[in-house]
C-alpha cells in the first residue's frame, strides 16, 4: 500500500506528519496496534500501517483531534476579526485581526501553523480525512459504515469552514483555489455521505450541519427541511459540543478569555454579560445545537415574507437558552484594554447600541468578581422583544439573537460578510497560486466600516485618576446587526459566494 497524504500546504515528510498524528491517536485511545518494539525509530512506515487490523478505527481518534483543534482555532481568528471580541495585548502578533480591512495573508494568526492558525488546522483536517476516506478506507476489509460516516463530517466541516469563512481555498496539493460556493457544495455532499452511512448521532449531526450549509448556499427550501429534521432527530434541547480535555487539547477561546494573564480576548462591551462562556480548560465548543435550528428556520420564515412564523421561531430559540446551563465564576478580568483603561465593569453601567438608541441595563456585570455566566446560550431579548417589535425590525433582531446565542462558535464573521485570505506560505509554495488571485486577498463588504470601529464606543475613560468611576453610559459606536439588516440583508438572500 503507498500512502500519499493528499496536502494542500506542507512539504513536510510525510512519514513524520503520519507519525504525529498516529500519536496523537494512541495518546487519545490507547490504541495498541504499533507495537514499539518492532519500530527502530520513531518513524511510522507505511508497512506499520498497512499491518494494523483497524487503521481506520486506528486514526479516527486523531481526526476527532484534528476536529477540535480547526474548530478552536477558527473561533479564536473569526471573533477577533468580528466585531465580537477585541485583542488586548499581543499574545496574538498585535491586533492585525481587529481591522479586517488590513488582514493579510501574513497576518500573525492567519499564516499561523500553530493552534491558533484556522487556515492551517482546517487544511489539516481536510487533508487528513481526505487521506483516511480515500487511501486508507479503501483497504480496510474492516471498517463500519459508521466510522465512515464520521470521516465524512469531518471533511464536511472543513469545507464547511472554509466555505464560511475565506474567499478561495485548494483543496488538493498545489491546486488552483476553490471558491466558497464549491467549498459549500463539497461540504454538502458529504454531510449526505454522513447522513446515508451514519448511526442516528452522527446522521443527526449532518443534518445540522446541512440546514447550516444550505442557509450559506441561499437554499431556503433546503436549510428549513434539514432544520427541522435536526429537531426532529435531535430533540427539542438538541446540542452537539466538541469537547477537549485541558491536557492534550486545548479549548483555544478559553485559554485567551480565561487562563492566559492579558485575558486577550475582550468582549463588545453589550456584550459583556456572556463572557467568558469556556470556564474550564476542559469547555466543550458547540458545533450545533437546538436554537440555530430554529433561527434558521426563522430566518427562512422572513425570506418567505412570513414575520409570524419568523416570530415564532425567534421565541423557541430564546426559550430554548432560557434552559441551558448558568454557571458562577469567580472572575479576575481586570477588563483592561490597549491603553490601560478600564472597559466597562459594573453593572451601573448601561449601554446604547449605536448613537441615540436607547440605554440599556444589565449588560455589563460587575468584575473582578463572582458572575453567572451562560455557557452553552443565553441572549437578553427576549419573546415580547420580539412579538412587539416591528416587522421591519426582525431581520435586525434575527441577527442580534444570532450573534448573542452563537457567541464564541464562530458564526459571526459569516453572518458579516467578511472573508479571509489564505496563508501566506500557501501563496509563497503553491505554483499555481499568485499574490492578487482569487482567494489571497481579505473580503471586506463596503458596509464594513473602517479601521477597528466595529470594535470602538464611548467614552473610553470611565474612570477619574483617582479610580472612580465618572461615566455610566457608553454607546457603541456601530450597531452592526443594524447595519447588515439594512445592507446586507439575509445571508440566505445574500449569500456573498464569489465566483
Known amino acids: 500500500m503507498t500512502i500519499r497524504f493528499n496536502r ?32 527502530e525509530n520513531p518513524r511510522t512506515t507505511d508497512e506499520d500501517l498497512a499491518r494494523a487490523e483497524e487503521p481506520v478505527s486506528a486514526l479516527l481518534p486523531g481526526l476527532r483531534a484534528q476536529f477540535a483543534r480547526a474548530l478552536s482555532s477558527t473561533v479564536v481568528v473569526t471573533e477577533f476579526a468580528s466585531d465580537n471580541f477585541s485583542i488586548n495585548g499581543t499574545g496574538l502578533g498585535g491586533n492585525d485581526l481587529d481591522f479586517p480591512a488590513n488582514i493579510t495573508p501574513n497576518e500573525a494568526t492567519t499564516n499561523s501553523t500553530g493552534q491558533n492558525g484556522s487556515y492551517w488546522n482546517l487544511q489539516e483536517l481536510r487533508a487528513l480525512a481526505d487521506f483516511v476516506l480515500d487511501e486508507i478506507a479503501p483497504e480496510d476489509d474492516n471498517a463500519t459504515d459508521v466510522q465512515l460516516a464520521e470521516a465524512h463530517y469531518y471533511r464536511g466541516m472543513a469545507y464547511l469552514m472554509q466555505g464560511e469563512n475565506f474567499v478561495a481555498v485548494p483543496t488538493e496539493e498545489d491546486g488552483a483555489p476553490v471558491a466558497a460556493r464549491s467549498l459549500l457544495q463539497e461540504a454538502a455532499g458529504e454531510f449526505q455521505q454522513a447522513r446515508s452511512l451514519g448511526n442516528e448521532e452522527v446522521a443527526t449531526w449532518a443534518a445540522a450541519a446541512l440546514a447550516r450549509t444550505h442557509r450559506a448556499l441561499g437554499n431556503t427550501g433546503e436549510a428549513a427541511s434539514f432544520a427541522q429534521t435536526t429537531l426532529q432527530e435531535g430533540g427539542a434541547d438538541f446540542l452537539h459540543q466538541r469537547l477537549y480535555d485541558g491536557d492534550n487539547l486545548d479549548n483555544d477561546p478559553h485559554d485567551y478569555l480565561v487562563q492566559r494573564s492579558l485575558q486577550e480576548m475582550q468582549p463588545l462591551p453589550r456584550l459583556d454579560f456572556l463572557d467568558p462562556k469556556y470556564i474550564a480548560e476542559d469547555a466543550g465548543i458547540a458545533v450545533a445545537k437546538a436554537e440555530e435550528m430554529h433561527l434558521i428556520l426563522a430566518e427562512v420564515a422572513l425570506a418567505d415574507s412570513d414575520p409570524g412564523s419568523a416570530r415564532s421561531h425567534m421565541v423557541d430559540a430564546i426559550n430554548v437558552a432560557a434552559d441551558r446551563p448558568v454557571v458562577e465564576f469567580n472572575d479576575s478580568d481586570p477588563r483592561f484594554d490597549n491603553d490601560l483603561n478600564t472597559r466597562p465593569d459594573t453593572s451601573v453601567i448601561e449601554i446604547a447600541f449605536e448613537e441615540g438608541a436607547d440605554f440599556v441595563s444589565g449588560l455589563v456585570l460587575n468584575r473582578p468578581g463572582l458572575v453567572n455566566v451562560p455557557t452553552v446560550s443565553a441572549t437578553h431579548i427576549t419573546a415580547d422583544d420580539v412579538n412587539n417589535a416591528s416587522d421591519a425590525e426582525l431581520t435586525r433582531l434575527l441577527y442580534l439573537l444570532r450573534q448573542e446565542i452563537l457567541l464564541l462558535e464562530g458564526r459571526r464573521l459569516h453572518d458579516l460578510g467578511i472573508r479571509l485570505p489564505m496563508m501566506l506560505r500557501e501563496i509563497d509554495t503553491n505554483p499555481n497560486i499568485n499574490a492578487g488571485d482569487t482567494g489571497t486577498e481579505v473580503a471586506v463588504p463596503g458596509y464594513i466600516p473602517p479601521g477597528n470601529e466595529m470594535d470602538r464606543y464611548a467614552p473610553v475613560a470611565l474612570y477619574d485618576d483617582n479610580g472612580n468611576l465618572v461615566e455610566t453610559q457608553v454607546t457603541i459606536l456601530h450597531d452592526m446587526n443594524r447595519v447588515v439588516a439594512e445592507q446586507r440583508g439575509l445571508v440566505i438572500e445574500a449569500p456573498q459566494l464569489g465566483q
Open 8 to 39: 494542500t500546504l506542507s512539504r513536510t515528510p510525510f512519514h513524520l506528519l503520519l507519525g504525529a498524528l498516529l500519536a496523537v491517536t494512541l495518546t487519545l485511545a490507547g490504541c495498541d496496534f504499533l507495537d514499539p518494539t518492532e519500530v
